[in-house]
């Protein structure tokens, strides 16, 4: 949670609100991000030194 959401040339696009760990996808996060960023887009979470690359989809998230 806090983790910065950036788009391909770095800029801050979001944040995320929630993150869990899910037994059936994984780990998985709920943002709020620009409305211009499509799904299937790949984003970068930052947070502190730590960076993981992510995928925005919509809700409900799709079958793993």
């Known amino acids: 949670r806090g983790a910065d ?3 391909a040339s770095g ?3 979001g944040d995320v609100r929630s993150a869990v760990v899910s ?3 994984g780990g ?9 960023l ?3 887009v790949e984003v970068e979470l ?4 730590a960076t993981q690359r992510a995928v925005i989809v919509p809700l409900p ?4």
Request: aromatic share 6%; proline share 7%; glycine share 10%.
């Open 5 to 7: 959401v950036r788009d």
């Open 11 to 13: 800029k801050v696009v």
């Open 23 to 25: 037994p059936r996808l």
């Open 28 to 36: 998985i996060a709920i943002a709020m991000i620009r409305r211009e």
């Open 38 to 40: 499509a799904d299937g």
């Open 46 to 49: 930052v947070w502190g030194d």
């Open 61 to 64: 998230f799709p079958e793993g």
